[in-house]
């Protein structure tokens, strides 16, 4: 191999100053989160199974019908997740609580996207397809989607459905947040519109959270002293109310960190301004120039 | 150097080829099948189970199998160790045909793969996938340059295309005499950027999962596993090396090249050695080895990827005896490639659970044949190409029977 020797300076010595100019640029993390997004609270001491939300979603985002009527009362015996079908779905469970004449009471529970503050599903898309909006929404626009489904690995929640079946052009299908409705004046996503105890309220999540701290303080009997998505995983948009704990009703104890913290904070600050590519560029650079010098110098006095 | 590199001249179609030839039939049906009723039609995978073998075995480990392609260059042309040469072509056509498979798996995977070409526009910096991607991309085509050289060395003044196509002829002729003045003025430029371009994707194929803290088990998830996933590709790149020499050269009855390989693999016992150390020092900080005992089969493929992927052929690999009998050598670089594979393996399958739905997965026999199909692809394709073109070295053969 030839090497041309001023050639090689002039790249190693690109790169060094680069990385010198670049230097710590990575700064701390910072969350991307809107600062007074739209959000829904769910309280499941309301909630009585109707499943009139999950008809509604299907109605306002021309979804395909069901292959069991909205009101066939069977299909609450299996326990269902969201499909690139259904984008929530409400869910029972018996957690042994009893009534008065000992029956055991139900709690339902619907599940759609949360709408992440931090979404690691809109870190980790490759393309941007998805996006947190400022009104809450976390957006997905299918003319940027590759179908990695690396999205789906992300979520915590488990929510975002593939359409595996279409060979050409699949979408990743996820409750919208009603991002049109909800982004006209006055508008409420479908479910939260129709749902007939309002155990579904549809507002600014500030204000939610206000309402939500005082349903709990005014009837601490009712309620477990618990607003999840308040706090986890540095908050969602949708929040939950609860009389029974949420390990029992599906849902799992997750930490306050936003997910995308860790694996954001290790790629900026390895690549950003791409310093320590630049820098290796240059150490290997400057390792092959001298063993290539070390070996002609050799070479040369070996022959005389 | 003893032995130049040059075209195998040997009978092509011998029982081994025929299979290969047989399992790329079988893997372009359930291509055909996967293009005709999609994803979900071959494969197992659901919305709990959004990635399997397709990115576990085709995409994740291909790239770390395909290290030996950077590895190899860094010894023998930046560290300037000549008395290597004869194995980098090998190793560069492996990485070469490696991260083609691995696109070509990447195309088969992803849901609109005409769309493939997107991230190119539509960037997101915060996503460790997307700069997977394009280390890929700019990786792939640092490879096709790097491997330009010995299509010039072996037609350069001789291309004679057959029938109608002679009319390229010219055109053929002048493409080769270009990349014969410029590619060695930049070849240096290439290498670097390999081992550069290398280091960043085969490190953030470990970030890949970093973004899913809740569904990784304990064991694997860890802030280091880029750095293991870097260290783990570098040492096994000597290995794998060792491995596919010794496939080809005794299917091909070639020079052994054993020498080369022995001393190899001496370089392999640091490089594995800061692996396993590395390994065992973020279990023991993490205090993760409570789950060693609880029997589960996570656990259990935790265990076999240590003892058996690292432990043992670490110390195998001390020994001198082994490093100086060729299969021992053998059998020591096939546990080293099988831990490495079976770590990619554990990192994004059996490592990975959905806790909120069904998640249980066993990929489909179409999935399987798909991956089988493409491996066999890229066997196939090797033969062939080194029949054609001076990769392999050593003209002196073994005296076989
Ligand atoms: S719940 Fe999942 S899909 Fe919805 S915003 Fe959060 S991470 Fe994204
Ligand atoms: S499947 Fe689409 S939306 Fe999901 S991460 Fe990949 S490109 Fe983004
Ligand atoms: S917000 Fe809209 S898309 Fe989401 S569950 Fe409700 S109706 Fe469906």
Redesign the pocket.
């Given at each position: 191999m030839r090497l041309n020797r001023r050639g090689f300076f002039k790249v190693v010595g690109a790169a060094g100053v680069a990385v010198a100019g670049t230097g710590q640029n990575a700064g701390a993390w910072h969350s991307k989160a809107p600062k007074d997004p739209y959000g829904c609270l769910v309280d499941l001491t309301r909630c009585i199974g109707c499943r009139k939300?999950e008809e509604?979603?299907n109605r306002?985002?021309r979804l395909p019908p069901p292959e069991l009527p909205f009101d066939d009362p069977t299909v609450l015996d299996t326990r269902r997740r969201p499909t690139d079908k259904a984008?929530?779905v409400v869910n029972r469970y018996y957690t042994g609580k009893l009534d008065e004449r000992s029956k055991l009471v139900p709690t339902f529970v619907k599940i759609?996207c949360m709408h992440c503050q931090d979404p690691a599903c809109v870190s980790a898309c490759i393309v941007g397809a998805l996006t947190k909006k400022e009104n809450g929404a976390v957006h997905y626009d299918v003319g940027k989607c590759i179908g990695c489904r690396y999205c789906m690995v992300a979520c915590p929640f488990e929510i975002p459905a593939y359409e595996y079946y279409d060979p050409i052009t699949p979408r990743v299908m996820k409750?919208?947040?009603?991002y049109e409705r909800i982004s006209k004046q006055g508008g409420l996503?479908?479910?939260a519109e129709i749902c007939p105890v309002e155990a579904l309220t549809f507002g600014k999540r500030s204000t939610l959270l206000e309402v939500a701290r005082k349903r709990i303080k005014q009837d601490p009997a009712r309620y477990l002293d618990h607003i999840y998505g308040e706090k986890e995983l540095g908050g969602t948009s949708w929040m939950y109310i609860s009389g029974e704990p949420f390990e029992s009703v599906g849902f799992r104890p997750l930490p306050a960190e936003p997910i995308p913290r860790l694996t954001e904070t290790i790629q900026h600050s390895l690549f950003s301004y791409l310093w320590s590519p630049a820098l290796l560029f240059a150490l290997l650079g400057g390792l092959m120039w001298s063993t290539h010098k070390k070996q002609n110098t050799s070479e040369k006095g070996g022959e005389s | 150097m003893d032995a130049q590199a040059c075209p195998v001249n040997q009978r092509f179609w011998t029982p081994g080829v025929v299979v290969l030839a047989f399992l790329m039939a079988a893997g372009a049906v359930a291509i055909v099948a996967r293009f005709v009723g999609g994803i979900g039609y071959v494969s197992n995978l659901s919305n709990a189970r959004p990635w399997g073998i397709w990115v576990g075995i085709d995409v994740a480990s291909g790239v770390a199998l395909a290290a030996g392609g950077f590895t190899t260059g860094f010894l023998a042309h930046i560290a300037g160790r000549h008395y290597y040469e004869p194995i980098v072509r090998p190793a560069l056509l492996t990485a070469m045909l490696g991260y083609t498979f691995v696109v070509l798996g990447l195309i088969i995977d992803i849901g609109r793969s005409w769309a493939i070409w997107k991230p190119m526009i539509f960037h997101n910096t915060n996503s460790v996938l997307f700069e997977v991607a394009m280390c890929v991309m700019f990786y792939l085509n640092v490879l096709y340059l790097e491997f330009a050289p010995i299509v010039v060395e072996r037609y350069k003044g001789r291309v004679r295309l057959p029938g109608l196509l002679a009319i390229f002829n010219g055109p053929a002729e002048a493409l080769l005499s270009l990349a014969d003045a410029v590619l060695p003025k930049i070849m240096w430029i290439l290498i670097i950027a390999g081992v550069v371009l290398s280091c960043m994707h085969q490190s953030s194929l470990g970030s890949l999962m970093l973004i899913a803290p809740t569904k990784i088990h304990p064991l694997w998830y860890t802030p280091i596993l880029p750095l293991l996933f870097l260290t783990s590709a570098i040492a096994v790149g000597y290995p794998m090396v060792v491995f596919e020499t010794t496939i080809i050269t005794s299917s091909l009855k070639r020079d052994g090249e054993m020498h080369i390989l022995a001393s190899l693999t001496r370089i392999t016992i640091f490089l594995l050695g800061f692996y396993m150390v590395l390994k065992v020092g973020d279990m023991v900080v993490r205090g993760t080895y409570v789950y060693l005992l609880d029997g589960t089969a996570q656990t259990n493929s935790f265990l076999v990827e240590l003892i058996l992927g690292v432990i043992v052929p670490w110390v195998m690999l001390l020994c001198p005896a082994v490093r100086r009998s060729r299969r021992a050598l053998f059998i020591a670089c096939t546990m080293i490639v099988g831990g490495v594979l079976l770590n990619r393996i554990n990192v994004f399958i059996v490592g990975f659970t959905s806790r909120l739905s069904d998640g249980s997965y066993f990929p489909s026999v179409s999935e399987i044949l798909v991956t089988v199909g493409l491996i066999s692809g890229l066997m196939f394709i090797y033969r062939v190409l080194v029949t054609y073109l001076p990769v392999l070295s050593g003209a002196h053969q073994e005296v076989s029977s």
């Amino acid at each position: 191999m030839r090497l041309n020797r001023r050639g090689f300076f002039k790249v190693v010595g690109a790169a060094g100053v680069a990385v010198a100019g670049t230097g710590q640029n990575a700064g701390a993390w910072h969350s991307k989160a809107p600062k007074d997004p739209y959000g829904c609270l769910v309280d499941l001491t309301r909630c009585i199974g109707c499943r009139k939300c999950e008809e509604a979603c299907n109605r306002v985002n021309r979804l395909p019908p069901p292959e069991l009527p909205f009101d066939d009362p069977t299909v609450l015996d299996t326990r269902r997740r969201p499909t690139d079908k259904a984008y929530t779905v409400v869910n029972r469970y018996y957690t042994g609580k009893l009534d008065e004449r000992s029956k055991l009471v139900p709690t339902f529970v619907k599940i759609q996207c949360m709408h992440c503050q931090d979404p690691a599903c809109v870190s980790a898309c490759i393309v941007g397809a998805l996006t947190k909006k400022e009104n809450g929404a976390v957006h997905y626009d299918v003319g940027k989607c590759i179908g990695c489904r690396y999205c789906m690995v992300a979520c915590p929640f488990e929510i975002p459905a593939y359409e595996y079946y279409d060979p050409i052009t699949p979408r990743v299908m996820k409750c919208t947040f009603c991002y049109e409705r909800i982004s006209k004046q006055g508008g409420l996503p479908g479910c939260a519109e129709i749902c007939p105890v309002e155990a579904l309220t549809f507002g600014k999540r500030s204000t939610l959270l206000e309402v939500a701290r005082k349903r709990i303080k005014q009837d601490p009997a009712r309620y477990l002293d618990h607003i999840y998505g308040e706090k986890e995983l540095g908050g969602t948009s949708w929040m939950y109310i609860s009389g029974e704990p949420f390990e029992s009703v599906g849902f799992r104890p997750l930490p306050a960190e936003p997910i995308p913290r860790l694996t954001e904070t290790i790629q900026h600050s390895l690549f950003s301004y791409l310093w320590s590519p630049a820098l290796l560029f240059a150490l290997l650079g400057g390792l092959m120039w001298s063993t290539h010098k070390k070996q002609n110098t050799s070479e040369k006095g070996g022959e005389s | 150097m003893d032995a130049q590199a040059c075209p195998v001249n040997q009978r092509f179609w011998t029982p081994g080829v025929v299979v290969l030839a047989f399992l790329m039939a079988a893997g372009a049906v359930a291509i055909v099948a996967r293009f005709v009723g999609g994803i979900g039609y071959v494969s197992n995978l659901s919305n709990a189970r959004p990635w399997g073998i397709w990115v576990g075995i085709d995409v994740a480990s291909g790239v770390a199998l395909a290290a030996g392609g950077f590895t190899t260059g860094f010894l023998a042309h930046i560290a300037g160790r000549h008395y290597y040469e004869p194995i980098v072509r090998p190793a560069l056509l492996t990485a070469m045909l490696g991260y083609t498979f691995v696109v070509l798996g990447l195309i088969i995977d992803i849901g609109r793969s005409w769309a493939i070409w997107k991230p190119m526009i539509f960037h997101n910096t915060n996503s460790v996938l997307f700069e997977v991607a394009m280390c890929v991309m700019f990786y792939l085509n640092v490879l096709y340059l790097e491997f330009a050289p010995i299509v010039v060395e072996r037609y350069k003044g001789r291309v004679r295309l057959p029938g109608l196509l002679a009319i390229f002829n010219g055109p053929a002729e002048a493409l080769l005499s270009l990349a014969d003045a410029v590619l060695p003025k930049i070849m240096w430029i290439l290498i670097i950027a390999g081992v550069v371009l290398s280091c960043m994707h085969q490190s953030s194929l470990g970030s890949l999962m970093l973004i899913a803290p809740t569904k990784i088990h304990p064991l694997w998830y860890t802030p280091i596993l880029p750095l293991l996933f870097l260290t783990s590709a570098i040492a096994v790149g000597y290995p794998m090396v060792v491995f596919e020499t010794t496939i080809i050269t005794s299917s091909l009855k070639r020079d052994g090249e054993m020498h080369i390989l022995a001393s190899l693999t001496r370089i392999t016992i640091f490089l594995l050695g800061f692996y396993m150390v590395l390994k065992v020092g973020d279990m023991v900080v993490r205090g993760t080895y409570v789950y060693l005992l609880d029997g589960t089969a996570q656990t259990n493929s935790f265990l076999v990827e240590l003892i058996l992927g690292v432990i043992v052929p670490w110390v195998m690999l001390l020994c001198p005896a082994v490093r100086r009998s060729r299969r021992a050598l053998f059998i020591a670089c096939t546990m080293i490639v099988g831990g490495v594979l079976l770590n990619r393996i554990n990192v994004f399958i059996v490592g990975f659970t959905s806790r909120l739905s069904d998640g249980s997965y066993f990929p489909s026999v179409s999935e399987i044949l798909v991956t089988v199909g493409l491996i066999s692809g890229l066997m196939f394709i090797y033969r062939v190409l080194v029949t054609y073109l001076p990769v392999l070295s050593g003209a002196h053969q073994e005296v076989s029977s």
